[in-house]
């Protein structure tokens, strides 16, 4: 490959020729405040997601049953409140589509008397969410949606039954004659707090985030494959209170990264400054094997995103012992250095990160577990 760069040291750019015009490198110059978002109650989870003809929406799992979740929708330049939904000391929202039908379900964690958790669809006349299909989960806090050779899944994240943690976590299939969700395979977790799904080649890959199997938060935390029509175990990974995987991939290498939150003691108090660690898919020994360990704060969430040919990783640190009001930090792949840290954000009980575009400008999104702000970040490019 020939190219031609140009460096404007009048506009501070670099620019590239693409055959027809100087093209620039966009790369991540600053955070800035952009939006606060006051949500009904602290906000566990938000799902950014696009509807054709209609535009961009924020999906928020707000902890309070009473005033339920909210929808958002982007407007004018900002997030809107649009729909509010009933919900149950919400945790997580996932989007989906089939056969170019939009869903939503909900991660509901507590139930009136049973817990049921909750697909709506969207209306295209009425443009709402109205609810689909009522599935019973326990403690649930978290949905994953996939598809493999044209079959359509969802998997709970089945956290615990009453006080017991060492429960079965459910896949669905979705069964285009019936055209609901049927249970199509358990299986057995430990506190499970996050699933997710990744194909490398010809495979396809689940992974949960076991968080703690009744007594201690040190346990294992297992990756899947698909073979024979189901999942079978492909490696277990030593995990310290996981609570999120993140899954990406540069130029031809594939990463998983862990959000360690805590490390329960028997014999002293809680330790919530552990290491979370980066896993990168070893072609030689076909297993994930340890790439770089980066000291988190009960981290709780990961987002991988790429502004221009950068690519970048932020960390939901949520608490260190002894306060919620922490920094966020987002790092930078540089390659054999690994990530390193470029941006602190100042946060309070950060809980989840989502990265979106528009047309215009590029966005970071955190949630917060403690308190009812949201903030909506720009990601300031040059």
Same mark, same amino acid.
Request: glycine share 6%; aromatic share 18%.
């Given at each position: 490959?020939?190219?031609?760069?140009?460096?404007?040291?009048?506009?501070?750019?670099?620019?590239?020729?693409?055959?027809?015009?100087?093209?620039?490198?966009?790369?991540?110059?600053?955070?800035?405040?952009?939006?606060?978002?006051?949500?009904?109650?602290?906000?566990?989870?938000?799902?950014?997601?696009?509807?054709?003809?209609?535009?961009?929406?924020?999906?928020?799992?707000?902890?309070?049953?009473?005033?339920?979740?909210?929808?958002? +929708?982007? &407007?004018?330049?900002?997030?809107?409140?649009?729909?509010?939904?009933?919900?149950?000391?919400?945790?997580?929202?996932?989007?989906?589509?089939?056969?170019?039908?939009?869903?939503?379900?909900?991660?509901?964690?507590?139930?009136?008397? /049973?817990?049921?958790?909750?697909?709506? =669809?969207?209306?295209?006349?009425?443009? =709402?969410?109205?609810?689909?299909?009522?599935? @019973? &989960? /326990?403690?649930?806090?978290?949905?994953?949606?996939?598809?493999?050779?044209? /079959?359509?899944?969802?998997?709970?994240?089945?956290?615990?039954?009453?006080?017991?943690?060492?429960?079965?976590?459910?896949?669905?299939?979705?069964?285009?004659?019936?055209?609901?969700?049927?249970?199509?395979?358990?299986?057995?977790?430990?506190?499970?707090?996050?699933? @997710?799904? *990744?194909?490398?080649?010809?495979?396809?890959?689940?992974?949960?985030?076991?968080?703690?199997?009744?007594?201690?938060?040190?346990?294992?935390?297992?990756?899947?494959?698909?073979?024979?029509?189901?999942?079978?175990?492909?490696?277990?990974?030593?995990?310290?209170?996981?609570?999120?995987?993140?899954?990406? =991939?540069?130029?031809?290498?594939?990463?998983?990264?862990?959000?360690?939150?805590?490390?329960?003691?028997?014999?002293?108090?809680?330790?919530?400054?552990?290491?979370?660690?980066?896993? @990168?898919?070893?072609?030689?020994?076909?297993?994930?094997?340890?790439?770089?360990?980066?000291?988190?704060?009960?981290?709780?969430?990961? @987002?991988?995103?790429?502004?221009?040919?950068?690519?970048?990783?932020?960390?939901?640190?949520?608490?260190?012992?002894?306060?919620?009001?922490?920094?966020?930090?987002?790092?930078?792949?540089?390659?054999?250095?690994?990530?390193?840290?470029?941006?602190?954000?100042?946060?309070?009980?950060?809980?989840?990160?989502?990265? *979106?575009?528009?047309?215009?400008?590029?966005?970071?999104?955190?949630?917060?577990?403690?308190?009812?702000?949201? +903030?909506?970040?720009?990601? =300031?490019?040059?």
């Amino acid at each position: 490959e020939q190219g031609q760069l140009w460096l404007n040291s009048q506009k501070k750019g670099l620019f590239i020729c693409d055959g027809q015009s100087w093209r620039v490198l966009e790369r991540l110059d600053y955070v800035e405040d952009f939006q606060d978002i006051y949500t009904s109650s602290e906000t566990f989870d938000v799902e950014v997601f696009f509807i054709p003809s209609e535009g961009l929406f924020m999906a928020a799992a707000n902890k309070d049953s009473l005033s339920g979740s909210g929808v958002y +929708k982007w &407007t004018n330049g900002s997030f809107q409140l649009y729909q509010n939904i009933s919900t149950q000391e919400a945790r997580a929202w996932k989007h989906f589509t089939i056969d170019e039908k939009i869903f939503l379900v909900v991660a509901n964690s507590r139930g009136a008397e /049973h817990e049921l958790s909750i697909i709506y =669809k969207w209306n295209q006349r009425r443009k =709402k969410f109205f609810r689909y299909q009522t599935l @019973e &989960t /326990h403690g649930a806090l978290d949905w994953e949606a996939f598809q493999i050779y044209n /079959h359509s899944f969802l998997v709970v994240a089945n956290h615990r039954r009453d006080s017991n943690h060492n429960i079965y976590s459910v896949i669905y299939w979705w069964n285009p004659q019936s055209k609901v969700f049927e249970v199509n395979q358990t299986l057995s977790t430990s506190g499970a707090y996050d699933w @997710e799904f *990744f194909t490398v080649g010809p495979y396809h890959f689940l992974v949960v985030a076991n968080t703690f199997d009744g007594q201690s938060t040190t346990i294992s935390s297992t990756i899947y494959v698909w073979m024979d029509g189901y999942f079978q175990t492909f490696q277990n990974i030593p995990t310290i209170g996981a609570t999120d995987w993140e899954t990406f =991939k540069i130029d031809n290498r594939f990463f998983l990264v862990v959000a360690n939150s805590q490390k329960i003691s028997d014999l002293g108090p809680s330790s919530y400054s552990i290491n979370s660690t980066v896993y @990168e898919l070893s072609t030689l020994t076909n297993s994930f094997i340890r790439f770089q360990e980066i000291l988190t704060h009960s981290a709780v969430d990961w @987002e991988f995103f790429t502004v221009g040919d950068e690519r970048f990783l932020v960390v939901a640190n949520s608490y260190d012992g002894s306060s919620y009001s922490l920094t966020s930090v987002i790092y930078r792949w540089q390659g054999y250095e690994g990530f390193v840290p470029v941006h602190n954000l100042p946060t309070f009980g950060c809980r989840d990160w989502e990265h *979106f575009s528009t047309d215009q400008n590029s966005f970071l999104i955190y949630s917060s577990a403690t308190s009812r702000l949201s +903030k909506v970040f720009k990601l =300031k490019t040059y």
